[in-house]
């Protein structure tokens, strides 16, 4: 080892002889050159090494302390021989963080103080570490939480080494929320995994085991045999711990039939056969122990990481001399591994070697050392018991006031939500009255409009009928005024002129008596009321036929016993104001009339082939149509009005009437 390390150096001088301008960095010599170089040098090279020197030199002498502090951890990761000790990479580490205020990246201020807290841990520096990890924890933002994982699981590390069950479950606990948040399951696990070692330290077997048998499901889910066999052996450590011995063997064993994956864990495969070896020492089981002992010390070439001081691989062959009654070279064993187990501060194999040189004090009849190697293990299980036990009890009871506080919290979470939802639920029901009343009061707004228009189209119909009533009245009076008045005046006058024998006069005084006639019958028609509808229209209907060159045609049922005698009046008024209409505008040359009974009432149809009009232009314009008049005198008798008319094709003219 020494002479491997000698030529090492002398290469690395020689090396360094011959190439000066890398030895000592000189302020012309331009950093983006040196970055060049290193990037094409072998990083494992000693010559990579130097060049990272360099950079860092060049970086603090340009001021480009984030480059600078970017080289300074690529040293500290770096393994050739120029990275000569942890306390050169400290030196260089506390450089670069005296910077910091000057580094505008928040990662690489904090993986600088991550770095520095590793450098402690590795030194077995544990209070150190632990404050660098929290510093590294202040100068990482969020986005910067993979890291800030990392510092919370190495932190819980460096404290789960001090015996510090608290602290480092926290840490643990804060490292696996952060780790599954960002959907990082592997590191999410390996930070379970040290939970349960935490637990398994201090007897806390039941935590333990939840947690191993997740970490085993999760394992089996993903077809993972190594990580599965690593909980077995772990669960196999907790059963010894607790002196279920079957279960402990059947998880070795277990394990071990599982150790044949590609690739080969050596180690692993290693600590189960010494484990085996050990059990079945344990056992008196000679040939089993040898066995497995024998296959542990085949495979230990292919693990450097185990060497001859391991305690594992000592109290095995000290367990086997035992059982072989070499008292002596087992006793030198023994005490060798108890010597390593208290160097690394192993607590179970502490406990085993002192168990393993009682033993053997007592086959080398010595019940002086005997007794006082039972006594030093019975006082270090009570003071472990103790630690142990207060630590538990520390642990039990922040959980009870952690639960205790998350319950309250819950509770008054639960009264909050309760006190929302009602308010909720009163809200609804004030929006909800709110807005009934406001449904509500337009409705009865729109109601009130509506019979507020209801009434006053009622009273407009009154108004019409009455008015149309009245007109009636007052035409029956002129008619008879001028038919018992004016008409007996001109046929006295008439019968004097005839006396007389003025010819001339007699003609004139016929004209005016018929044109008096006309007058009163179109203001009043008398035929109505003598003779009924029916004879009265066809009276109109033929008189039209003779008197315009309009074809006329009809059919007129006879409907007197039917229809009452408003009713008969209001059909005629109609039929006149339809051909006076027809007369007027449709410049027709036939017209049609048919009057007839349709189930429970009577429709009146007037039909020309005139030229027709657009009704759906001049929908309301009835006073310019002449309908306005029609439609009152139906509606009076709250009837139904058709018009049905196209340019070109005529009119036609529906009036109905229930009765």
Do not use: C
């Amino acid at each position: 080892m020494n002479q491997l390390f000698f030529l090492t150096k002398f290469w690395l001088i020689t090396s360094l002889l011959f190439l000066p301008e890398l030895a000592i960095p000189t302020q012309a010599q331009n950093l983006d050159s040196l970055i060049q170089k290193y990037e094409q040098s072998d990083p494992s090279d000693s010559i990579a090494g130097v060049y990272l020197l360099q950079l860092i030199e060049s970086a603090e002498k340009q001021k480009a302390y984030d480059q600078m502090a970017e080289y300074t951890m690529q040293f500290y990761h770096h393994y050739s021989p120029v990275a000569k000790s942890t306390a050169q990479k400290q030196e260089l580490l506390r450089r670069a963080i005296s910077y910091e205020s000057k580094i505008e990246d928040s990662e690489t201020r904090g993986s600088l103080h991550l770095k520095l807290a590793g450098a402690f841990y590795d030194l077995q520096q544990f209070d150190s570490a632990i404050l660098e990890y929290s510093a590294a924890m202040e100068r990482f933002e969020p986005k910067d939480s993979i890291f800030l994982a990392d510092a919370y699981f190495f932190r819980g590390q460096a404290n789960d080494y001090q015996g510090n069950l608290l602290n480092g479950m926290q840490d643990y606990q804060e490292a696996e929320k952060i780790y599954s948040a960002l959907g990082d399951e592997e590191y999410a696990n390996y930070v379970k995994g040290g939970m349960a070692i935490l637990f398994s330290k201090f007897s806390i077997f039941n935590e333990a085991e939840k947690i191993r048998n997740e970490l085993i499901s999760y394992a089996l889910a993903n077809e993972n045999l190594q990580e599965y066999a690593i909980q077995l052996y772990n669960k196999a450590s907790d059963y010894q711990k607790q002196g279920r011995k079957q279960e402990h063997l059947e998880h070795l064993l277990k394990a071990d039939s599982l150790a044949v994956f590609e690739p080969v864990d050596y180690y692993l495969a290693v600590m189960l056969k010494l484990n085996l070896s050990i059990y079945y020492g344990e056992q008196a089981d000679l040939e089993k122990q040898s066995d497995y002992l024998a296959q542990a010390k085949t495979l230990l070439p292919k693990v450097p990481t185990i060497s001859a001081s391991n305690p594992t691989y000592l109290k095995a062959q000290g367990s086997l001399a035992y059982n072989q009654g070499k008292y002596d070279a087992a006793k030198k064993l023994a005490e060798q591994s108890l010597q390593n187990a208290k160097a690394s501060e192993n607590m179970d194999h502490i406990i085993h070697s002192y168990e393993l040189l009682t033993d053997i004090h007592q086959k080398l009849n010595e019940p002086q050392k005997a007794l006082e190697t039972h006594q030093t293990l019975i006082h270090y299980k009570d003071s472990l018991f103790t630690a142990n036990q207060a630590s538990t009890f520390s642990y039990y009871q922040t959980l009870y006031e952690t639960e205790k506080k998350e319950l309250e919290i819950l509770n008054k979470t639960q009264e909050i939500e309760s006190i929302n939802q009602k308010n909720s639920a009163r809200l609804r029901w004030i929006f909800l009255i709110i807005s009934l009343l406001i449904v509500g009061a337009t409705v009865i707004f729109l109601w009130k409009n509506l019979q507020h228009e209801k009434r006053k189209k009622e009273m407009q119909s009154k108004f019409t009928q009455e008015l149309l009533k009245n007109q009636e009245q007052e035409r029956v009076r002129i008619s008879k005024d001028l038919h018992d008045g004016i008409g007996q005046s001109l046929l006295l006058i008439k019968n004097k002129v005839a006396l007389a024998k003025d010819t001339d006069t007699g003609e004139l005084l016929d004209t005016a008596i018929s044109e008096l006639r006309a007058i009163a019958r179109s203001l009043h028609p008398m035929q109505l009321e003598k003779l009924g509808f029916t004879k009265a229209a066809e009276h109109l209907l033929e008189q039209i036929d003779q008197e315009t060159e309009i074809f006329v045609s009809y059919e007129i049922d006879n409907l007197e016993s039917v229809l009452n005698k408003n009713i008969e009046l209001q059909l005629y008024r109609i039929l006149q104001e339809s051909i006076n209409n027809v007369l007027k505008h449709s410049d027709a040359s036939a017209l049609r009339v048919n009057f007839r009974k349709i189930e429970q009432a009577v429709e009146l149809k007037i039909e020309d082939n005139g030229q027709g009009f657009d009704f759906s232009q001049k929908l309301n314009d009835f006073q310019s149509l002449g309908l306005k008049t029609l439609k009152e005198r139906i509606a009076s008798l709250s009837g139904t009005m058709k018009v049905n008319s196209e340019k070109g094709m005529g009119t036609s003219l529906s009036f109905i009437v229930y009765v």
